[in-house]
């Protein structure tokens, strides 16, 4: 069983999670209806527009499929 494929697909998406969590909420509270009831939220993190352009090309080249061989979950071989 050959796991190094699932595990380069799945770490660009785990890493990049949590900012876009904070871009998400950050992006969300600017709106003046929703600021006026839980308040404005400011990310801990800025990120360039370079990096997430990177981070956005990263992401969709982890998310397509490179013709790898399935895992299967039961262990048995094709």
């Not at 785990?14 to 308040?39: D, F, N």
């Not at 990177?54 to 071989?77: E, F, H, Q, R």
């Amino acid at each position: 069983m050959e796991l190094f494929p699932a595990s380069v697909a799945i770490a660009p998406l785990v890493c990049t999670a949590p900012q876009l969590v904070l871009q998400l909420a950050e992006q969300l509270t600017k709106s003046e209806g929703i600021a006026r009831h839980t308040g404005t939220f400011t990310s801990p993190i800025y990120v360039p527009k370079w990096s997430n352009f990177a981070i956005d090309v990263a992401t969709l080249a982890a998310s397509a499929d490179c013709g790898y061989p399935a895992v299967k979950l039961d262990g048995a071989a094709d």
